[in-house]
């Protein structure tokens, strides 16, 4: 074989583990509520797709193969296991084989019990989003462990904890029943926004990791969209990312410099991105079911119009987060409040409004100092102010915003 | 009973699809209460948390989860052993010094953990105090008994 032909080989087998591994994931776990075992089981198959496609080339149905040479090798794993309950999920394994699964590619798509199962309530909220990452997406512990900013060997021995947990605790791979379901699929939905956030946020205009996560949460919600294509939030969410999204390029000016959003060049944003967020807001109020990130998205959707109009609407985004507050009073929506209302009504309202907020709640939070400073400048409050801008730059974690806001400091 | 009629649907579950599963799995339900609740076990017979319990206990039997279980005494009355150095410490007391502490346990048989706490959350104790679910170990105790 030549050099090409492998090289096509090793991206025939990429492209089969990026597109297929959630849902092979998924499948084995889901018939054997055991994740960690499904997990090597699937990175045995794809070792073996690389040694054996290269030498008898790609079969005609890839995901089969890898399924059916993964089961094989769970069935060893569980073997070798010296566990007593270990042999359970095997008997049941070989139980449920039907036939040769090469000639029935069909199995279905579990995916969206995993994900449930990811944000489980009983596994740690802050392990949610790594486990997601991880199962339905094959992200590696080390690539986790870089954006939660933890050790690769913490982030490793926590993940293995949540799988054990998740075997062990009688966790199924089920749809929650309808009363359960907006709580459960919020968890859910949290857990993908998180991922984003974190993308976000690491950032930084350069850093690809971060850029990375972003699109993988992007694409995380993309796949529950496929699922639950009639939950209203869902496609909130999907709006929300999108918007954001869309904002990339104008981010940052071409030094690296912080642009807050009000001040960035909108034709730099991206059109289709914003075109498409739109529609997964209209569709998802066309449900009129209202939620959080619906109504996050449609914050986004007014900052959007600019593009069009040239001017914000402060007043419906002040409206929105009224709302927001109801369902959700976090200090990111309080504080987002607060500033809508100081452009829709006046610094001091806006300044009202924060003054309302616990001071011990909003010690460490940087958006609200950096909020904070910024009003008071702009009522010439400046030794206030000034104290508010040594808050919000000492708690900042992105250099690009710290110089900003050093600069607007004076 | 009103209030507990859900408890009876509990085994109407989907069935679930992992094998544990299949055989429906056991879950112990541990019951932590404060020194109120202990305190109002000798109160009289209307009292409302002892009519709570009646009407869960019946609940649970009716739904044909419920495989066994007992209130204990007191923490008071606990005494701890343990052996260090071939020497035996016995010590007055329960083993943990916490305000909330053991006051009975109840194995229920349910198909997942979801289920189970369905159940707990039924429990008159995890209103004033908490409920810990733990599924049983049958593998270990396989390994005890052989």
Known sequence: ?410 | MGRFPSVIHLEARQAPQCPQGEKVMQFALLIFESPEAFAARNTDENDPYLGAWRAYYKALVEANIYVGGDPLQPPETGTTVRLKDGKRHVQDGPFADTKEQLGGFTILELPSLDAALEGAARCPAAAIGAVEVRPVSPGFKRQVIG
């Open chain 1, 1 to 410: 074989m030549s050099g090409s032909e492998q090289e096509s080989t090793h991206r025939a087998v990429e492209r089969v583990a990026r597109e297929s591994y959630g849902r092979l994931v998924a499948y084995l776990s889901s018939q054997t509520c055991d994740v960690g075992s499904a997990e090597d089981a699937l990175s045995n198959a794809l070792v073996a797709a690389l040694e054996t496609w290269p030498r008898d080339g790609v079969p005609q149905n890839p995901e089969a193969w890898l399924l059916t040479t993964a089961r094989r090798s769970f069935i060893d794993l569980v073997r070798h296991r010296k566990v007593a309950e270990a042999s359970e999920p095997t008997l049941a394994l070989l139980r449920v084989e039907p036939k040769d699964m090469t000639l029935s590619p069909e199995f279905p798509d579990e995916r969206l019990k995993l994900l449930f199962v990811c944000a489980h309530p009983a596994i740690d909220p802050a392990m949610h989003t790594p486990l997601m990452l991880q199962t339905v997406l094959g992200l590696d512990a080390a690539r986790i462990a870089h954006a939660f900013l933890i050790s690769p060997t913490t982030m490793g021995q926590r993940l293995v904890r949540a799988k054990t947990k998740i075997r062990d605790a009688g966790i199924r791979f089920e749809i929650p029943l309808e009363r359960e379901l907006p709580q459960r699929l919020d968890a859910v939905l949290e857990a993908i926004y998180a991922a984003f956030g974190i993308g976000w946020d690491d950032m930084a205009g350069v850093d690809q990791r971060g850029r990375d996560l972003a699109e993988e949460a992007i694409w995380l919600a993309r796949v529950l969209l496929q699922l639950m294509p009639a939950e209203a939030e869902v496609h909130g969410l999907v709006a929300l990312m999108l918007h954001c999204e869309a904002r990339r390029a104008a981010r940052r000016g071409p030094d690296g410099r912080y642009v807050p959003l009000s001040e960035q060049d909108c034709h730099k944003w991206s059109a289709p991105l914003m075109e498409e967020a739109e529609r997964h807001l209209h569709e998802a109020s066309s449900r009129s079911r209202t939620g959080r990130f619906q109504l996050e998205a449609a914050i986004q959707s007014v900052h959007a119009e600019r593009a069009r109009s040239g001017e914000i609407q402060w007043n419906a985004i002040m409206v929105f987060y009224e709302q927001l507050i109801r369902i959700s009073p976090t200090l990111g929506t309080r504080t987002g409040y607060a500033a809508a209302a100081a452009e829709a009504k006046g610094a001091e309202a806006g300044l009202a409004a924060l003054d309302g907020m616990d001071l011990h709640d909003v010690s460490a939070y940087q958006p609200y100092w950096a909020v904070r400073a910024h009003l008071l400048q702009r009522l010439g409050k400046r030794p206030e102010a000034l104290d508010a801008f040594d808050r919000a730059i000492g708690l900042a974690e992105d250099s690009a915003v710290r110089q900003f806001l050093l600069q607007r400091r004076g």
